[in-house]
């Protein structure tokens, strides 16, 4: 018998006879081997989720405290990869708050990747929710995504579904930024390792995301070897080359025509029927504000869907608002013009939104930098054209009650009488 230190009899019994089983030797059609595997994949649920109880119970002792030390830090100690104990540690802050996900944890019928799916859902839902959820409401979503994962899903579809109630909430107000689409929690960080490497860590918008993995893919396709071989860098190896190349046109884009560069191509999909959020390829579904923004400069495909996913109308790529308009734009606006940032650091926004039918010209464009860019689409703040033929920027009423116009930033001088 193996030595199991302070485990409960019954459960050190059940150990050593899991580990003295082995697949039956006479087995043909595989029916017993497919029973015993299914048998062992509830055990294995249930344990987890055991797993998960005492680990909530030790947490409430402060055993790891005590000790200066963590919980999280205690389970790497005992042998716990530590994924598994961020895991782990996910699901015990959060069982508590979804008694019904934890009722059906405990008869061994979700694995822990699944509880583990339904919780970071919950939290999604949560962030991208613009108010706090009633019990009602947190109940309902938890039902809902146990439903989906009970019917087979996967952890990645009970979460992309979790994104699509998130992206409907948000959508349900303009007075909120989702999590997704909040420029303010942008943060790239960079560690030189102890052999001179570079780490590069990212947490972005969900529409940097897109752009970021579009030209990644463009790049990274694999190309034969000089000898005609198949190209034996592999899937890493061809991203970390892609990304130097992008740096390297990025610096030629710059020094040739920073003003008039080309933005990344995106593919964009919309039911045709309108009930779920519009979607990108690669991080999924998107709130209509961040669709919005994202065909504002750039080349963009919008796809229309019938409700088996099959396309049923494709609209043909367009540059919007091409070098030589948006170069007609910087010499009128010179600037972003709300902040001032340099046109290079800019976006030409369609004041009348492309996706609501707003034209690609001079009268219905105008700079934003990003920061301001978002503001815009999620902030309450409106841009007009004037009679002059330039931008005027309308305060939400919170910052003016009166919302009177205010000039862009290179025209910061004038008053509205003098435009009159």
């Not at 860590?201 to 993995?213: C, M, P």
């Amino acid at each position: 018998m193996f030595p199991y230190s302070g485990v409960m009899p019954e459960l050190a019994t059940f150990l050593d006879q899991r580990i003295e089983t082995t697949p039956p030797a006479d087995d043909p059609s595989g029916r017993t081997t497919f029973d015993a595997l299914n048998t062992l994949r509830l055990i294995r649920n249930a344990v987890d989720h055991q797993i998960a109880l005492h680990t909530t119970q030790l947490d409430e002792l402060r055993v790891a405290q005590m000790a200066g030390s963590t919980t999280k830090k205690l389970l790497i100690e005992m042998g716990y990869a530590p994924a598994a104990a961020h895991r782990i540690m996910r699901i015990v802050d959060a069982l508590p708050a979804l008694p019904t996900l934890a009722r059906h944890a405990a008869d061994g019928r979700l694995s822990t990747e699944i509880v583990d799916a339904i919780v970071r859902g919950m939290r999604h839902i949560e962030t991208r929710c613009p108010e706090e959820l009633s019990d009602n409401d947190k109940s309902s979503h938890e039902i809902e995504l146990l439903g989906q994962a009970l019917s087979g899903a996967t952890p990645a579809q009970v979460i992309e579904h979790a994104r699509t109630i998130g992206n409907t909430l948000a959508d349900a107000t303009d007075t909120s930024i989702p999590a997704a689409d909040d420029a303010g929690l942008n943060a790239v960080n960079t560690h030189t390792t102890d052999d001179g490497r570079v780490d590069i860590r990212a947490d972005l918008t969900q529409t940097i995301g897109e752009k970021f993995l579009t030209m990644i893919d463009e790049r990274a396709c694999p190309r034969p070897e000089p000898d005609g071989a198949d190209d034996r860098r592999t899937a890493e190896q061809r991203r970390a080359d892609a990304l130097e190349l992008i740096l390297d046109q990025a610096a030629l884009g710059a020094s040739i025509d920073s003003i008039g560069s080309p933005r990344t191509q995106l593919l964009l999909t919309l039911p045709a029927t309108g009930s779920d959020p519009a979607s990108l390829p690669w991080t999924g579904s998107v709130t209509q504000a961040a669709a919005k923004e994202v065909s504002c400069d750039g080349s963009l495909t919008e796809i229309i869907l019938d409700g088996e996913g099959v396309p049923l109308q494709m609209g043909q790529t367009r540059r919007l608002f091409p070098a030589h308009l948006r170069k007609a734009v910087i010499i009128r606006d010179s600037c972003c013009i709300k902040c001032g940032a340099a046109p290079s650091h800019t976006q030409v926004h369609h004041i009348s939104h492309w996706a609501d039918g707003g034209p690609t010209d001079l009268d219905n464009g105008c700079l934003l930098c990003q920061r301001c860019h978002t503001q815009v689409h999620h902030h309450g703040w409106d841009i007009v054209m004037g009679f002059d033929r330039h931008p005027w920027l309308v305060p939400p009423a919170t910052i003016d009650p009166r919302r009177r116009p205010l000039p862009a930033y290179n025209r910061r001088t004038m008053r509205l009488d003098d435009a009159a």
